[in-house]
């Protein structure tokens, strides 16, 4: 295989650059041509296509974001779409592509895969939701920013001895919830995956506000309802006065961890090998600190649990 190219699609994250670069310069280690597609699927039906040079990928490996944009195509979920960025790759004589995202972006390059075009993926998102792989790229950043700001709420919720909301982002998996809950201390952690009542969580605050308890942090995860509902809640239920923080955007950015940046270089690299193996349909991922791959099918079909140990452990810890 002589020419690849590597996009970036749906929602980005911290390290998504850093696999861009090992992309780029793994390929060029190996002599092949590589092309950056600028702004996801969109960019790729629109031949938004570039030569990278090794130089084109310096002074990014810190970076946040992606230097490639992103974006969420309708038009590549259907056949039409996929024909068009097929014709657009190989109008440029490219013959494999790497795709650096999450499930959604992994759909769109499996269908690529079955059209006959070899096409391995990368896990990029902050939430932690692909089977498969133990981490996915920004996971890690996201939650030590997120830990940021649990530190510095709980500085003033202490002063004032207040009870705050902090509202996080996974819409269907509470990983950032629950690894910033954790090793932040919050007094509950409010998960999709774990149906919690809300009188549970009131009761768990007046049982600490006896014990001399003043202030607490709730952290919910965006996908069960909105941070203002449980403190509307609280109020209602147990006449407790809360402050709500929601978090947002501000997880999807930021210079990646040291951690983001290693696992970003080595799936970066090992996607181009499996390409030049002649590899396709395949997602890189990492498990016990071992690079592996595996098939996008197992990807779509296997649950991607969360750790209820974890889960119970923070209950226990969080008296
Ligand atoms: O998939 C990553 C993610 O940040 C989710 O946690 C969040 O729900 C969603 O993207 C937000 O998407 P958008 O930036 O398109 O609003």
Known sequence: MQKIAVLTSGGDAPGMNAAVRAVVRRGISYGMEVYGIYHGYEGLMQGQITLMDAGSVGDIIQRGGTILHSSRSEEFKTDAGQQKG??????????????I????????????????????GIPG?????ISGT?????????????????????????????????EVMGRHCGDI????GLSGGAESILIPEVNVEINDVTHRLL?????????????VAEGVCPASEIAQRIKEEAGLDTRVTVLGHVQRGGSP?????MLGSRLGAKAVDLLREGQSGKMVG???????EVDFADVFTIENDIDLDMYELSKTLSI
């Open 286 to 292: 990492i498990q016990r600190n071992r690079i592996t």
């Open 134 to 166: 133990e981490m996915t790229l920004g996971f890690d950043t996201a939650v030590n920013t997120v830990l940021e700001a649990i530190d510095k709420i709980r500085d003033t919720a202490t002063s004032h001895e207040r009870i705050f909301v902090v």
């Open 125 to 129: 998102t902050i939430d932690n939701d």
């Open 207 to 219: 049982e600490g506000n006896k014990r001399g308890k003043k202030h607490s942090i709730i952290i």
């Open 86 to 99: 097929i014709a657009e790759l190989r109008r440029k004589g490219i013959e494999g592509l790497v795709v």
């Open 257 to 261: 961890s040291a951690f983001d940046r």
């Open 101 to 120: 995202g999450g499930d959604g972006s992994f759909r769109g390059a499996q269908k690529l895969s079955d059209k006959g075009f070899s096409t391995i």
């Open 177 to 180: 919830a629950l690894w910033a």
